[in-house]
């Protein structure tokens, strides 16, 4: 149940777009990834207006039917590090993604008004909305994070970093702030503080800046899937008070590699200023400023393109076989080749018995089951009998 100050402001919100609630709501291709659930909606009976009271008993459960999908979605560490911008992007704007509801049950008593509701919301959306803000949701594979980053603070002889000669002892202060930022978003870390030997870090020894290529490598080493590859630097500044206090910039230049290609898919260049009257100190503020503030920004982008990619291909196994099969499996591949959304596929496997393809497919296996269901077959049927997350396994009946 969402506490009292959500359930105000979802019902202040649901009130101004409930007579919209069945109309046509423009969605994404997320939207397809629906939730339907059964909530318990209460309201006081006020002054005996019980047409009232049953009507902000269904907004309660609306909006505990959205906080529920949240909750689903996010862990509690999750929701606690992020629920401002959790309240104002998902709570907020509920005609986003609430596409039906349904009153099953109602009764009242002398104080209280209680409706039992079917609400369906497009989980899918509610995700998309989420990673807008850097959220990784869902049961999705999170991805892991690496950060390659090479700091000088003030009074440092020279740039310090964990893979080379001049080791750092610890993370980095930018590191040290990303790594707080994409924790409390959901994305796995990368450790590097056991450090380790290869001939990759061993011809980067003395190379405090890798390019893309070899970021990506270090990547790979650590099974990491996005690496963040940058430098952070902190100086002192012109501005003073008084005779002992200073101003100080710390900067951060950062860009986010895929492991797998070594593509960049983010960037960000960020300076944070702070004042100390300790040069060291002040140093190491300014450089976990920069480190909070492009951590933010670079969690969104990653979060969004992670989402996407989620979103755009998904990788099926497709096993064909029945009583002679091969006499119309070329037929079957033409017909699969033509659905609508699927971008590549091939033969992995071809026997007597069966044949296995690898097809990517923009959407889930259930549509794409439901796709090929509805296409007409020349000189022979389908019958799908077995669909899970990643296989889909077919019988081709001849007639």
Same mark, same amino acid.
């Given at each position: 149940?969402?506490?009292?100050?959500?359930?105000?402001?979802?019902?202040?919100?649901?009130?101004?777009?409930?007579?919209?609630?069945?109309?046509?709501?423009?969605?994404?291709?997320?939207?397809?990834?629906?939730?339907?659930?059964?909530?318990?909606?209460?309201?006081?009976?006020?002054?005996?207006?019980?047409?009232?009271?049953?009507?902000?008993?269904?907004?309660?459960?609306?909006?505990?039917?959205?906080?529920?999908?949240?909750?689903?979605?996010?862990?509690?560490?999750?929701?606690?590090?992020?629920?401002?911008?959790?309240?104002?992007?998902?709570?907020?704007?509920?005609?986003?993604?609430?596409?039906?509801?349904?009153?099953?049950?109602?009764?009242?008593?002398?104080?209280?008004?209680?409706?039992?509701?079917?609400?369906?919301?497009?989980?899918?959306?509610?995700?998309?909305?989420?990673?807008?803000?850097?959220?990784?949701?869902?049961?999705?594979?999170?991805?892991?994070?690496?950060?390659?980053?090479?700091?000088?603070?003030?009074?440092?002889?020279?740039?310090?970093?964990?893979?080379?000669?001049?080791?750092?002892?610890?993370?980095?202060?930018?590191?040290?702030?990303?790594?707080?930022?994409?924790?409390?978003?959901?994305?796995?870390?990368?450790?590097?503080?056991?450090?380790?030997?290869?001939?990759?870090?061993?011809?980067?020894?003395?190379?405090?800046?890798?390019?893309?290529?070899?970021?990506?490598?270090?990547?790979?080493?650590?099974?990491?899937?996005?690496?963040?590859?940058?430098?952070?630097?902190?100086?002192?500044?012109?501005?003073?008070?008084?005779?002992?206090?200073?101003?100080?910039?710390?900067?951060?230049?950062?860009?986010?590699?895929?492991?797998?290609?070594?593509?960049?898919?983010?960037?960000?260049?960020?300076?944070?200023?702070?004042?100390?009257?300790?040069?060291?100190?002040?140093?190491?503020?300014?450089?976990?400023?920069?480190?909070?503030?492009?951590?933010?920004?670079?969690?969104?982008?990653?979060?969004?393109?992670?989402?996407?990619?989620?979103?755009?291909?998904?990788?099926?196994?497709?096993?064909?076989?029945?009583?002679?099969?091969?006499?119309?499996?070329? &037929? *079957?591949?033409?017909? =699969?080749? #033509?659905? $609508?959304?699927? @971008?590549? %596929?091939?033969?992995?496997?071809?026997?007597?018995?069966?044949?296995?393809?690898?097809?990517?497919?923009?959407?889930?296996?259930? &549509? *794409?089951?439901?796709? =090929?269901? #509805?296409? $007409?077959?020349? @000189?022979? %049927?389908?019958?799908?009998?077995?669909?899970?997350?990643?296989?889909?396994?077919?019988?081709?009946?001849?007639?």
């Amino acid at each position: 149940m969402i506490k009292n100050g959500h359930t105000t402001k979802i019902i202040t919100a649901f009130l101004i777009i409930l007579a919209f609630v069945f109309s046509t709501i423009a969605l994404s291709d997320a939207a397809s990834e629906i939730q339907t659930i059964e909530v318990i909606g209460t309201a006081p009976i006020k002054n005996g207006d019980v047409t009232a009271a049953r009507e902000y008993a269904i907004l309660n459960g609306l909006a505990s039917a959205i906080d529920q999908v949240v909750s689903d979605l996010l862990p509690v560490d999750a929701r606690i590090n992020n629920f401002q911008a959790i309240d104002m992007v998902i709570y907020e704007n509920p005609k986003e993604y609430i596409t039906d509801y349904k009153v099953l049950a109602e009764f009242a008593d002398e104080k209280r008004y209680k409706v039992l509701v079917s609400t369906t919301i497009s989980t899918g959306i509610v995700d998309k909305k989420l990673s807008y803000i850097g959220i990784v949701a869902g049961n999705k594979d999170v991805p892991k994070i690496l950060f390659v980053i090479t700091e000088q603070n003030i009074g440092d002889i020279g740039p310090g970093y964990w893979w080379g000669n001049n080791r750092l002892t610890d993370k980095s202060f930018a590191e040290a702030a990303l790594s707080e930022v994409f924790k409390s978003k959901g994305f796995r870390i990368a450790d590097h503080s056991a450090g380790f030997s290869s001939v990759l870090t061993d011809a980067l020894a003395d190379q405090p800046y890798p390019d893309n290529m070899e970021a990506a490598e270090l990547g790979k080493l650590l099974s990491a899937d996005v690496v963040i590859v940058g430098i952070s630097s902190a100086q002192r500044a012109s501005n003073t008070l008084g005779t002992d206090t200073y101003s100080y910039n710390g900067t951060l230049s950062v860009r986010a590699i895929r492991a797998d290609s070594g593509k960049e898919i983010a960037s960000a260049n960020k300076t944070f200023v702070t004042v100390s009257d300790d040069d060291t100190a002040g140093g190491e503020t300014a450089l976990s400023g920069a480190g909070k503030i492009a951590g933010e920004l670079l969690a969104s982008k990653i979060a969004a393109d992670w989402v996407q990619k989620e979103n755009l291909l998904t990788t099926l196994e497709i096993t064909v076989g029945g009583n002679r099969y091969l006499a119309n499996f070329e &037929k *079957f591949r033409r017909v =699969l080749n #033509s659905v $609508t959304d699927v @971008a590549e %596929s091939q033969v992995e496997k071809l026997r007597a018995d069966e044949a296995i393809l690898v097809v990517k497919f923009k959407g889930k296996a259930q &549509k *794409f089951a439901e796709a =090929l269901m #509805s296409e $007409t077959y020349d @000189a022979f %049927s389908i019958n799908i009998y077995e669909v899970t997350a990643d296989t889909i396994r077919i019988e081709l009946i001849t007639e």
